[in-house]
């Protein structure tokens, strides 16, 4: 494959020559795009330039990137993948029996055996969890998945998906990539509390714990754990160290990031779905810097062909805003060699060995692709 890093996307000019390269040369067959939400190139301008490839197309726009192992807070990754990348674009409000006959109508010659799956969704204005669960169900543990959730820290409802119609809103893309990748994840994250059964929840919301307001419950543990009273205006400040883990029997702990209280309740980044249990973990910057560690050596240690290349890297940007400025630590966990490629999302999505297809929160996932 072919990397290039565009400073200033806000310059139309290197932008368009970039994709425009990419499109003429023989050796790309697939381009991926990952850019940064502060300073992307206008909407205008990109979905002309867009629209004009004949290659496919497919990507994100997120809070910050990973290049050559530096955390980029401005710019676009443009990727020109070796191998054939087949495309799906979902826009608007699809229910999962939707996205499904999609998915099957459009990959119904396609043998997932060998491949991978890209997707990339926005992070709050997109039927994730339908989409996850009709690819798992559609594919199973065939292709290796990896992916994340795209958007803005501002939540504002954004463009965010970059395919052949363009950068758009409100949408999921994903990308049976011709190739193998090989999958890491892991997150560093322990349990403090007991379990507690999810007595009522809908979506992201989670209403009760035990029966009791999930606020109340979380504000107890959260309190006795840090020794420190617990303010309602200081929210956002705890929550970067006491998210949610989900309980799961066949695969690791899947970390739930909460980022609001309101009326008793919590909402988090992704749905905690009624009737499962949950602890509040908590890690050190230390536990950080080991899981992300760990996911670069789960993705190694499953790499099938030893001639591997290139890094490819999702990580939360959650993460990023706990260590600071010890990031540099996680990323030369994740990339020692600095020649990954990234973007620190709202959310990843990866499978891991033979479990099920997961939606993560404060989680790293490593995929190296082979013989890219």
């Known amino acids: 494959m072919k990397t290039f890093f565009i400073q200033n996307p806000l310059d139309v ?11 003429l040369d023989p050796e790309i067959k697939s381009i991926l795009i990952l850019s940064c ?7 205008t301008d990109i979905d002309l330039i867009l629209k004009r490839l004949n290659k496919p197309v497919f990507g994100g726009l997120f809070p910050e990137l990973i290049y050559q192992g530096q955390r980029k807070q401005s710019g676009m990754i443009v990727v020109g993948l070796y191998k054939e990348t087949k495309t799906l674009l979902f826009e608007g409000n699809n229910s999962e029996e939707q ?10 010659d396609d043998n997932p055996e060998g491949k991978s799956i890209f997707l990339f969704t926005d992070a709050l204005h997109f039927n994730k969890t339908g989409l996850i669960d009709s690819l798992y169900n559609y594919f199973g543990m065939f292709p290796a998945y990896i992916g994340g959730g795209a958007g803005s820290l501002s939540f504002e409802n954004i463009p965010s998906i970059y395919s052949n119609e363009g950068l758009v809103q409100s949408s999921a893309i994903i990308g049976l990539y011709d190739g193998s990748i090989s999958i890491g994840v892991d997150h560093g994250y322990t349990a403090i509390s007991d379990s507690f059964k999810v007595t009522e929840s809908v979506n992201n919301q989670i209403i009760s714990l035990n029966w009791k307001p ?14 420190k009273l617990f303010k309602k205006s200081e929210f956002g400040d705890f929550v970067k160290s006491y998210p949610f883990g989900i309980n799961k029997v066949d695969s690791q702990m899947v970390v739930r990031d909460p980022f609001m209280e309101k009326d008793g309740s919590i909402f988090t980044l992704d749905a905690v779905e009624q009737g499962s249990y949950i602890n509040i973990v908590y890690a050190k910057e230390q536990n950080l810097v080991e899981g992300a560690g760990l996911a670069k050596a789960y993705a190694q ?9 290139s890094i490819f890297v999702i990580d939360c940007i959650t993460r990023s805003l706990f260590l600071d400025e010890n990031f540099h630590k996680e990323l030369n966990a994740l990339d020692p060699e600095n020649v990954a490629f990234g973007a620190l999302t709202l959310g990843e999505i990866a499978n891991f060995g033979n479990s099920y297809l997961e939606i993560y929160n404060k989680t ?3 995929g190296i692709f082979e013989n890219d």
Do not use: W
């Open 364 to 366: 790293a996932v490593v």
């Open 37 to 43: 939400d502060k300073d992307h190139t206008p909407k």
């Open 13 to 23: 000019s290197p932008v368009a020559e970039t994709l425009g390269a990419c499109d």
């Open 301 to 309: 240690n499953n790499i099938r062909n030893q001639n591997s290349g």
């Open 214 to 227: 999930a606020m109340e419950v979380y504000q107890y543990v959260v309190e006795k754990h840090s020794g």
């Open 99 to 108: 996205i499904y006959e999609l998915i099957s109508e459009k990959f119904k």
